[in-house]
């Protein structure tokens, strides 16, 4: 397809730009805040001088600097030829490109004003505001000739715009595949990233952007997993750390002492390595990739540890520990690489600044949002306005790994940190289940992207030493954390026992996404030669892939140890595990909302005590409500009844607090629409659970009925259908002068009181 930079080509893009903006922005202004990219038209850290010519290879698609304006590495190359009246940006001059851009039909534009569609993007982008003074400027910048910023602008939003397309599209075909196949959908990612990515078809337009919006991806995740460590969580976490020091040290020890001592020469004896790839004999080369290969992924590691229930066993509770702890490890380490490989004098000052500067600088952050965070979403919430309150949910996650990062740690520390201070609110679930859609597709991307890296021909060319390299990484991890785990109780109290050691052993052993970072760095620094930085990617790269096969076989391995776990030593620590304070029984009733209705339900159930069987310290009755009075404080208006804030309807809600099989949900919520929306949501994820509900009309009734209602409550007929029971319970206690109870049972007259109405 040739590409055209006239006027008319300029607005159009622009036009269809700005229909995506709603998408566009929050990735523009995101990448801004967090210095990755910055947004097009700001213009303080995106432009560079003016001289700046020069191409960068991100790994996927050259992206250039165009003469003239500096404008970075976000703007793609052209993906196919050009015209020859429309020369290639990356050889025209300004001048040149200014008078292709300044050509166009005026007959053409004419009609494309008078259609409903360019109507329909006036109107958008003049109730936004800047799109309507960038089309009606547009003729008076540089001299009445078009600006160069513009179309490239045009360039950008119509490169992201399309990759946006390409990731939802492909998340749809991955979701799909992966549920009737039985499959990990991160599998369905990476495969579908390595298929599309450049060494495949090749239709990603915009790698920079890619890059930037697949890594909110991971900031969400690391919210999400701060957001389940309440106050009694941390302190379990806070068990594990001389663990994870011993993890991070002893895998770098053993893959360093692996690598100097001759191992690769060993394996090449046995199997036909490439010799160039596998002599290493510098000592800086051997800790460089000894550093990479100790970090392992939390992208991969998290969602097994949620698929398999293993987020508040010892092994997930170590596991996380651990994953954290390297994440805090990966900001000095770039800082001090530098110095450690000779790149410059080893300045102490400096490093204890950057040092102080974090830890104190963070430190006061942590403070400030422990005294204003809460305040915030008290606030917001008492406006009942969803939009705010997911707007406010996403600023914190970006907003605190921002400010992360401008003290010298990771942002993804920052975003962790920030739903730590909101793990023992009233929000909790809440912010999850809002953040949840975009954490999954995000996080998608962020798979594609990782897969779109992975080198078919460099793997297929060196298969030996990749798979070779791939085994020997998780040989040497797994035994090196697994050893780490064997001390003697009396040096380490918290020590695992064996089933969860086997579990945390396997988990960990593959390669993670910062382990990208540290090798670009080593690159950069002149440590490692550039044609083994693609090896040692799809080394990582496989590792991580294999990351849910080893889930599988950590949970077959434990499977022997565990019970000899149970017939032996038992649980050392003995007691009843601690219940958090906002969990709820896996089967609890759950009542949407707690208005005057929901009200009564929640006592007459609670009165009721309708469990049989064994007790429970968790509320078995379970209500949810967005009125702020609930912000503060949880209410128990009964002994086996919690009232919770939240949107009820909201079915990760509902998972957030622990229900995951309701025994029965009732819908109490006055206005239809509503009602109608919560019964079918609910319906969707609780398909086994019966949904009962209310209704004014026998339409409306019918209605939530084809949406999966159980059982609807009609109150137009709930008086005629009451009357029997009424008068024949009345009569009933005139004889037998019992005011409390009706010596016929509840359910024969709720029979008659049918039969009757039906007459």
């Not at 505001?129 to 009445?144: E, K, P, Q, R, V």
């Not at 919210?223 to 993890?247: H, I, N, T």
Request: proline share 5%; hydrophobic share 45%; charged share 20%.
């Amino acid at each position: 397809m040739k590409r055209s930079h006239g006027v008319g080509r300029r607005r159009r893009v622009i036009r269809r730009g700005l229909l995506l903006r709603p998408l566009l922005l929050p990735l523009l202004f995101g990448c801004h805040l967090r210095g990755g990219c910055d947004h097009p038209l700001g213009g303080h850290a995106f432009q560079t001088p003016a001289s700046t010519t020069r191409r960068r290879h991100d790994g996927r698609r050259g992206s250039e600097m165009l003469p003239g304006n500096g404008v970075s590495a976000f703007v793609p190359s052209p993906r196919r030829p050009f015209s020859p009246a429309s020369p290639s940006p990356s050889t025209a001059s300004t001048t040149t490109r200014s008078t292709s851009l300044a050509a166009a039909p005026p007959d053409f534009l004419s009609q494309l004003s008078q259609l409903p569609f360019d109507e329909l993007s006036r109107q958008l982008s003049d109730a936004l505001d800047i799109g309507a003074d960038f089309l009606s400027d547009s003729d008076n910048l540089s001299n009445g000739a078009p600006s160069l910023l513009e179309a490239e602008t045009s360039i950008v939003l119509e490169s992201v715009g399309h990759d946006l397309l390409v990731f939802l599209s492909s998340s749809v075909v991955v979701t799909l595949a992966s549920t009737s196949l039985g499959f990990s959908p991160i599998l369905g990612y990476l495969f579908a990233g390595a298929l599309l990515g450049p060494h495949g078809f090749d239709v990603f337009s915009n790698a920079k952007a890619d890059v930037e919006l697949g890594d909110f991806g991971i900031l969400f995740l690391l919210f999400s997993e701060g957001l389940e460590v309440s106050s009694l969580r941390l302190k379990k976490l806070s068990d594990y750390l001389p663990l994870g020091f011993a993890q991070i040290s002893l895998t770098t020890g053993v893959i360093t002492a692996a690598i100097l001592l001759g191992a690769p020469q060993f394996l090449d004896r046995l199997l036909p390595l490439d010799e160039g790839f596998i002599d290493i004999t510098n000592p800086t080369e051997a800790v460089v990739l000894a550093l990479a290969g100790t970090l392992s992924t939390s992208a991969f590691i998290f969602p097994v540890l949620k698929e398999r229930g293993w987020e508040n066993d010892n092994a997930g509770q170590a596991a996380t520990s651990i994953l954290l702890l390297q994440d805090l490890f990966v900001a000095p380490l770039l800082v001090v690489m530098p110095f450690v490989v000779g790149q410059g004098p080893v300045d102490f000052a400096a490093i204890g600044f950057l040092t102080a500067k974090a830890a104190i600088g963070f430190g006061l952050v942590m403070y400030l949002g422990s005294l204003v965070l809460e305040q915030f979403f008290a606030v917001v919430a008492r406006t009942r306005s969803t939009e705010t309150f997911v707007a406010l949910s996403l600023l914190v996650s970006v907003g605190m790994g921002t400010a992360a990062k401008g003290l010298g740690l990771t942002d993804t520390a920052g975003a962790f940190a920030a739903g730590v201070l909101l793990a023992n609110t009233s929000f909790r679930a809440q912010i999850q289940a809002d953040v949840l859609p975009f954490k999954g597709i995000l996080l998608g991307i962020f798979f594609m992207d990782a897969g779109s890296l992975f080198d078919s021909d460099l793997v297929l060319t060196e298969l030996p030493t990749v798979l070779t390299g791939a085994a020997s990484l998780i040989l040497l991890k797994a035994l090196t954390v697994a050893a780490a785990t064997r001390v003697p109780r009396w040096m380490e109290p918290n020590r695992l026992e064996a089933h969860d050691a086997v579990k945390l052993a396997f988990l960990l052993s593959g390669g993670g996404e910062f382990a990208f970072v540290v090798l670009a760095l080593a690159e950069k620094l002149e440590v490692l030669p550039k044609d083994l930085g693609g090896l040692l990617t799809a080394i990582v790269l496989i590792t991580m892939a294999v990351t849910p096969l080893l889930g599988q076989v950590a949970a077959a391995a434990s499977g022997a140890f565990e019970s000899g776990a149970v017939n032996g030593e038992g649980d050392a620590s003995g007691g009843t595990p601690s219940v958090e304070e906002s969990q709820v029984a896996e089967d609890a009733v759950v009542i949407c909302g707690y208005g005057e209705v929901g009200q009564e339900i929640v006592s007459q159930l609670g009165l009721a005590n309708y469990v049989n069987g064994a007790l429970s310290v968790l509320p078995r009755v379970v209500a949810f409500d967005t009125d702020p009075a609930l912000i503060d404080t949880i209410l128990m208006p009964e002994s086996n009844a919690a009232v919770m804030y939240g949107d009820g309807e909201n079915p990760e809600v509902l998972r957030s607090h622990g229900v995951e099989d309701p025994t029965a949900i009732f819908v109490s919520y006055e206005d239809h629409e509503r009602a109608l929306a919560a019964t079918f949501r609910l319906r969707t994820s609780f398909d086994r659970a019966p949904i009962y509900t209310r209704a004014q009309t026998r339409e409306e009734a019918q209605e939530l009925k084809c949406a999966g209602a159980t059982e609807v409550v009609v109150e137009r007929d709930e008086l005629p259908r009451s009357s029997p029971y009424l008068l024949l319970g009345d009569q009933e206690r005139k004889l037998n002068g019992d005011t409390e109870e009706c010596a016929m049972p509840i359910l024969n007259l709720l029979d008659d009181a049918e039969r009757i109405s039906q007459k």
